[in-house]
């Protein structure tokens, strides 16, 4: 089975400074999409960043980007000039490709606060 | 164009009674799926559904069921309520299923048992 481990359940930041959040996971599948997705306080959760396996290029949306390592398994997303508007929960998530939208597997989240 | 919607956004139940779930998706997706969130267990999926048809099932008893309409609107039900069914319940949309993980979800409903 499919899992996501998030070893970090609270990391800070300073405002305009960056920061990275980890995710590893396990599987022996070869084709998935691996996600990050964001919940802002008491706010709906909205995908931030997706990645498909089969690329070897690492995904980039404005400030936020990952670092994906296939071979170990593992996906940060590095947050550049961060804002207070990036306080949130952060989910790493995995779907295996071709899935059904219920095979996503989420970690357990990563709190970041981004202080002023 | 309008979000995810769910309703109730909160309500207080008492242990044994049933509880539904309301959730509409946005104009044109055809795919509900939906994920209980608590802090022990974090998101865990349900189920999901797909022109009306059950596509995937998590976990959970049987006292966890859905549906889907024609329109798309899903609800889920759970009956004989337990304290550990204390939780936010999100429901999410996407127009196809199989597709690329790309959900949009609800703010969710907080279902808190006494």
């Known amino acids: 089975a499919q899992t996501v481990t998030q070893s970090q359940p609270e990391m800070s930041v300073q405002e305009a400074e960056t920061v990275t959040l980890s995710c590893t996971y396990d599987t022996s599948e070869n084709n998935y999409y691996l996600f990050w997705y964001k919940q802002p306080p008491s706010r709906q959760m909205i995908l931030v960043i997706r990645q498909e396996a089969y690329k070897q290029q690492n995904a980039t949306e404005n400030r936020f980007s990952v670092n994906f390592q296939k071979a170990a398994k593992s996906f940060s997303l590095k947050i550049s000039d961060s804002q207070l508007g990036d306080t949130a929960m952060y989910f790493c998530?995995?779907?295996?490709?071709?899935?059904?939208?219920?095979?996503?597997?989420f970690g357990k989240g990563t709190k970041l606060s981004v202080k002023p | 164009k309008a979000g995810v919607t769910q309703t109730p956004r909160y309500l207080i139940k008492t242990r044994g009674q049933q509880v539904t779930l309301s959730c509409s998706p946005i104009s044109g997706h055809r795919s509900v799926s939906w994920y209980q969130q608590t802090p022990g267990q974090g998101l865990q999926f349900l189920f999901e559904y797909f022109s009306e048809t059950q596509r995937n099932k998590g976990n959970f008893p049987g006292r966890f069921s859905g549906r889907q309409f024609s329109n798309s609107r899903s609800e889920m039900n759970v009956s004989t309520l337990e304290l550990g069914d204390s939780a936010l319940y999100l429901c999410?949309?996407?127009?196809?299923?199989?597709?690329?993980?790309?959900?949009?979800f609800g703010e969710g409903s907080r279902l808190t048992v006494l």
């Open positions: 999410a949309s996407s127009p196809t299923s199989g597709g690329y993980g790309e959900l949009f």
């Open positions: 998530a995995f779907m295996n490709y071709g899935g059904s939208q219920g095979n996503l597997i």
